[in-house]
């Protein structure tokens, strides 16, 4: 928006949105000298951005030149890489590669994980090492993801102002089209806010918008497990002055579990095997567990990929004008219903945020009607409206290739071939969905924003999933706080220096 003046307040730097890029561009900035105020639209009472809900992973690239050549694979897949621009990907891998030190820095603490790369059939994978935020400190009464309360903490120490429970709504520009301030609603009524330096956008993506879903993701419905006040506003905010927009119809998925009735509209992650983690627990025997589509047969060697399963979903019968596999149903038997809580209690809704609580032993969900339950395999699949005779065959197939060690239909780790069998057996539906989008304005290097007539708009930066880098696929766990970290220092400190005037 056109804006002339005069403001109601004019500081340095303006950070919109409180996660974890957030806060590390507040930081940043000002530690580099800079008045930085920052608006959060949650209120303080209950602020619950997509940082909190996350576990607390972080990709670290152990070299950084094979780091290049990983996400550059990752980029040709999908034929991305001519639109992205190679010093992007290489600040990526250098700053990514720099955040253990900077955590060190600052007083964070982690562990350092045997995980690599997600798609080891690329080169460069191995490269990738990951690893995991631990407790350190946090606000008053803090519950969630330790890498986002350490961060906080961070911002308390050094008195940065917060303005919560107020809403960023336009960013406000001069004749020449860069960004002086920003128009925010909140108690106070309408305010116009002045930056001197820049204006980052930090306001996460666009999970709880059904009508940007709608429009731009491949497929209806997605369902993402994390705060429901993302609802796009940074997209709205950046298009109205010409941002451009990148990835806007993608995202790194999973299947995930609905329960609406619960009070809590979003998704739900999984743990299929009862084990704390996406991979079966180490030295114990997973239970058995299936994935089947509408026809009740099987498609995919369970789990598939951590964070592109998903894409086996978007197959429509163009026949029929379905997508058979949405949604899908979870199939398992008593032993995995006894072995832990069908969703992860470490993160997500039902971690430590607890949007909503899940009973320990699954039998509260399972009298509230959210889990299937039947004795015999073709009860359950007439319980779930798909094909006894199927189903009743599906699960035979699948408990010969358990008897053999091997799945020849679609080659799952034999090591988590368990068959299905006893008195009972149960079933969840299943939809597309995740963690996060990764759609809104493009960015460079310098944490930029690309204008749709080309070059930059001057004085606004970007950070965190609001944008990402990421494209069609996901590097591996722990790829968007990386970023949060990496372009949460990038857009503070280019902020923090910003003087242009105009484009």
């Not at 576990?55 to 990983?70: I, K, M, N, T, W």
């Not at 299936?290 to 951590?306: H, L």
């Not at 029929?320 to 069908?342: E, G, K, V």
């Not at 799945?407 to 008195?423: E, I, Q, V």
């Amino acid at each position: 928006m056109h804006y002339t003046g005069p403001f109601d307040r004019t500081v340095d730097v303006v950070v919109l949105g409180l996660g974890d890029a957030g806060a590390v561009a507040a930081v940043t900035a000002h530690d580099e000298g800079a008045e930085v105020l920052v608006i959060e639209k949650q209120a303080a009472g209950d602020h619950r951005p997509n940082s909190r809900y996350a576990a607390g992973f972080f990709l670290v690239p152990q070299d950084v030149d094979g780091a290049v050549e990983y996400l550059s694979a990752l980029y040709a897949v999908n034929g991305e890489l001519p639109l992205i621009e190679p010093d992007l990907i290489r600040t990526w891998a250098e700053e990514t590669a720099a955040n253990p030190d900077w955590l060190d820095r600052h007083g964070g603490k982690y562990l350092k994980l045997d995980i690599r790369g997600e798609h080891p059939s690329l080169p460069g994978h191995e490269s990738i090492r990951v690893y995991k935020a631990q407790p350190t400190s946090g606000p008053e009464g803090y519950t969630g993801c330790p890498m986002h309360g350490f961060l906080r903490s961070l911002v308390a120490e050094r008195g940065i102002e917060i303005r919560y429970g107020t809403a960023a709504k336009w960013l406000l520009t001069d004749s020449r089209g860069a960004v002086i301030g920003v128009q925010t609603e909140g108690a106070d009524g309408v305010e116009r806010i002045g930056a001197r330096r820049g204006v980052v956008l930090a306001v996460g993506g666009f999970e709880a918008s059904d009508r940007l879903k709608t429009q731009y993701l491949p497929v209806t419905p997605v369902h993402f497990y994390g705060t429901e006040h993302n609802t796009g506003d940074g997209i709205t905010m950046a298009a109205e002055i010409g941002a451009e927009l990148w990835h806007m119809n993608v995202w790194p998925g999973h299947f995930v579990a609905r329960f609406p009735e619960a009070g809590y509209t979003g998704g739900t992650g999984i743990d299929l095997w009862g084990s704390g983690r996406f991979g079966p627990a180490e030295g114990v025997r997973p239970p058995g567990s299936i994935f089947v589509d509408g026809s009740g047969r099987r498609f995919i060697g369970e789990p598939g990929k951590q964070h592109a399963a998903h894409l086996s979903l978007l197959a429509m019968d163009a026949d029929q004008l379905t997508y058979p596999r949405i949604p899908t149903w979870w199939i398992f038997d008593q032993t995995r219903f006894d072995r832990a809580t069908l969703v992860p209690t470490y993160s997500g809704p039902t971690g430590p945020v607890q949007d909503y609580t899940w009973s320990e032993d699954n039998v509260a969900e399972l009298r509230r009607g959210w889990i299937q339950s039947a004795g015999s395999i073709p009860e359950l699949a007439r319980a779930c409206g798909l094909d006894p005779v199927a189903l009743e065959q599906t699960v035979a197939r699948y408990n010969e290739h358990c008897a053999a060690g091997v799945d020849a239909d679609f080659g799952r780790d034999p090591g988590t071939l368990t068959p299905l069998g006893g008195d009972r057996y149960f079933a969840v539906p299943l939809w597309p969905g995740g963690s996060h989008t990764v759609g809104g304005p493009r960015r460079d290097a310098k944490a930029r924003v690309a204008s749709i007539h080309g070059g930059w708009i001057d004085n606004l930066y970007s950070a965190g999933e609001l944008g990402s880098l990421h494209g069609l696929l996901y590097p591996t766990g722990g790829g968007s706080i990386a970023e949060c970290l990496a372009f949460g220092r990038i857009a503070g400190h280019n902020a923090a220096a910003d003087q242009t005037v105009g484009s």
